[in-house]
């Protein structure tokens, strides 16, 4: 069954909550009028919108047609017709934003068994829950940054061919770090299949060129590196380059583990696109500041994990906190990325710990949307509310700019312009 028709099936109760569906007309129609009429899917009539970057508190019909956003004009001007609309959701009043990125999240590394019959079965048992726990708390997309091949190209193309409902997912594949080095020498850690499955351990230019052609022979959106970890073994400069020149030259970004302002400094002037926890074992400087914004980069820093995982040094949270709050005053583009699965309130986490650490609430929510698809250089495509950008789309109750909480129960989820999540229960108009 195509993915499309499979994530309409059982949201007839729409009608109850606000959600009209209008039964298209066959009298024939000329000009404009007719050609209107084919082109909306969906009408969204009366939304105040958090776009991905700003808050616009006048009304807005936003109209969608093929999965995008083809339209949106302020509501009182009346520039469509909801007779000439496939479907009309009353927002009534309600915050339409962009749907949230999780730009940082491992899917099964984190399993008791990870035996390939293990994993097969995680796909559509606790895998496939955790996806559908996404959605219905207006997750959109998810990347995973290392995963066990062949199971995470495996769920995408479940994802791909509608066998499961799930946000859009995006995969780096097995991640390129150094012999003894992170992941290698942590999570497999006495397990040669773990490593064979999880990672490539570069030793050599050679064997840099050889693992960027198999992450990009087997479709992977990007290649991760862990240029360093800890006191682990980290990748020397000359073989961080030719993996960012590999990868450049087939058109995927790089994006790179770090933990030590040395390793950062490293990643960012070897070419990476992106920093992945980003600095937490000491604190960062100016200079620091200057060469992100020089080469923009951008910056995932994982708080929450960082605060949940107690493995890692204690340190490292509070450090990574101050880190976040430094580069945040100094412009640096920041991402929602929760490293942890949290039952698909783990981006909603990632922005709490934002505002805790020091940004505002705007600024949280732009790293969930519209910094988080800068991060994955899909800025225009994602994370917007914009004529041209797909439809991932959430409404909620409340303003979130004064309050997050009606993230974690949106009224209504749309996936490339198809409705897959709604609320029935939530009916009045909010306040």
């Excluded at 990672?199 to 064997?207: G, K, L, M, V």
């Excluded at 198999?214 to 380059?241: C, F, M, N, Q």
Aim: aromatic share 4%.
């Amino acid at each position: 069954m195509p993915r499309t028709a499979q994530l309409t099936i059982g949201f007839g109760l729409l009608a109850c909550l606000m959600l009209t569906a209008l039964t298209p007309r066959t009298t024939a129609r000329t000009g404009e009028a007719a050609e209107s009429a084919a082109a909306v899917d969906v009408l969204i009539t009366e939304a105040r919108l958090f776009d991905g970057v700003r808050a616009r508190r006048h009304r807005f019909d936003v109209a969608i047609t093929g999965g995008r956003i083809r339209a949106l004009a302020e509501s009182s001007r009346h520039a469509f017709s909801p007779r000439t609309a496939g479907r009309v959701v009353e927002a009534q009043g309600r915050w339409l934003l962009p749907g949230l990125i999780d730009v940082h999240q491992h899917l099964f590394v984190h399993l008791a068994d990870t035996s390939d019959k293990a994993l097969a079965e995680a796909i559509h048992g606790e895998v496939g829950d955790t996806l559908r726990s996404y959605l219905r708390h207006g997750v959109t997309t998810v990347r995973s940054v290392g995963d066990f091949a062949p199971a995470i190209y495996t769920l995408r193309a479940r994802l791909d061919a509608g066998s499961l409902t799930g946000p859009h997912l995006l995969i780096v594949g097995r991640v390129l770090s150094a012999p003894g080095g992170h992941p290698g020498a942590t999570v497999c850690s006495g397990d040669p299949l773990c490593r064979s499955r999880l990672c490539f351990e570069i030793a050599d230019r050679a064997d840099a060129v050889a693992a960027v052609a198999a992450v990009a022979g087997r479709g992977a959106d990007a290649v991760k590196v862990v240029v360093g970890h800890d006191h682990l073994p980290s990748l020397p400069t000359p073989i961080l380059e030719t993996i960012v020149e590999q990868a450049h030259r087939r058109d995927l970004r790089v994006t790179a583990h770090t933990t030590s302002l040395a390793d950062a400094r490293r990643a960012v002037e070897a070419g990476v696109d992106s920093l992945e926890h980003g600095v937490v074992e000491q604190e960062v400087d100016e200079a620091f500041a200057r060469l992100l914004r020089r080469h923009g980069v951008t910056y995932a820093p994982t708080l929450f994990a960082l605060k949940m995982q107690t493995a890692l040094p204690p340190t490292w949270s509070r450090t990574g906190r101050r880190n976040f709050a430094f580069l945040l005053a100094r412009g640096i583009p920041m991402a929602t990325g929760a490293d942890f699965p949290g039952q698909g309130l783990s981006v909603f986490a990632e922005m709490i710990a934002m505002v805790e650490a020091g940004a505002n609430r705007r600024q949280a929510l732009e790293a969930a949307t519209a910094g988080a698809a800068r991060h994955l250089g899909l800025e225009g495509e994602l994370g917007v509310i914009a004529p041209g950008a797909r439809a991932d789309l959430i409404l909620v109750d409340g303003d979130p700019l004064r309050g997050l909480q009606s993230l974690q129960t949106p009224v209504l989820v749309l996936l490339s312009g198809m409705i897959v999540e709604a609320d029935s229960e939530r009916k009045e108009r909010p306040a």
